[in-house]
């Protein structure tokens, strides 16, 4: 089986519609859309104690996956940096824009019930298992 993995934000209305029409045109019509669910407080959570060690991509967490020493990468022990943007405030508009743009997005693809919406607050283990469930319908 075939098929696409979109991981772009689409623009309700016209671009979903034109997606639509692409797709049947190629014979390969969209079935299945899926939603990861998470609250918001968690990706906050998550996403503002990310730090990165920038010339080899290493990340750690605050939380989660804390380096050994505070702000420092494990390995070389260099400053690991966090992005200016990654703080609860800027995040949470962030997250009101997104909400905004995507809710007419899921009532669309809703109304056409091929959404499939995964709690991602789940293990990852969890989440995959309910993603493949929808996929082999």
Same mark, same amino acid.
Do not use: C
């Given at each position: 089986?075939?098929?696409?993995?979109?991981?772009?934000?689409? &623009?309700?209305?016209?671009?979903?519609?034109? $997606?639509?029409?692409?797709?049947?045109? @190629?014979?390969?019509?969209?079935?299945?859309? /899926?939603?990861?669910?998470?609250?918001?407080?968690?990706?906050?959570? &998550?996403?503002?104690?990310? *730090?990165?060690? @920038?010339?080899?991509? &290493?990340?750690?967490?605050?939380?989660?996956?804390?380096?050994?020493?505070?702000?420092?990468?494990? /390995?070389?022990?260099?400053? $690991?940096?966090? &992005?200016?943007?990654?703080?609860?405030?800027?995040?949470?508009?962030?997250?009101?824009?997104?909400?905004?743009?995507?809710?007419?997005?899921?009532?669309?693809?809703?109304?056409?019930?091929?959404?499939?919406? /995964?709690?991602? *607050? @789940?293990?990852?283990?969890?989440?995959?298992?309910?993603?493949? /469930?929808?996929?082999? @319908?």
């Amino acid at each position: 089986s075939s098929g696409i993995n979109a991981e772009w934000p689409l &623009r309700p209305g016209v671009q979903a519609e034109k $997606l639509d029409e692409y797709l049947v045109g @190629q014979d390969e019509p969209l079935n299945n859309v /899926v939603e990861f669910k998470v609250k918001d407080d968690i990706l906050v959570e &998550r996403i503002s104690g990310r *730090m990165i060690h @920038q010339s080899s991509g &290493r990340t750690y967490h605050e939380v989660f996956a804390p380096p050994k020493v505070e702000m420092t990468d494990d /390995v070389t022990g260099e400053p $690991l940096m966090k &992005r200016p943007d990654d703080n609860p405030t800027v995040l949470s508009r962030r997250l009101d824009i997104y909400h905004e743009q995507t809710a007419p997005l899921i009532s669309f693809y809703e109304k056409k019930g091929i959404l499939r919406s /995964v709690d991602a *607050m @789940q293990s990852p283990e969890k989440v995959f298992e309910d993603i493949s /469930v929808h996929f082999k @319908q």
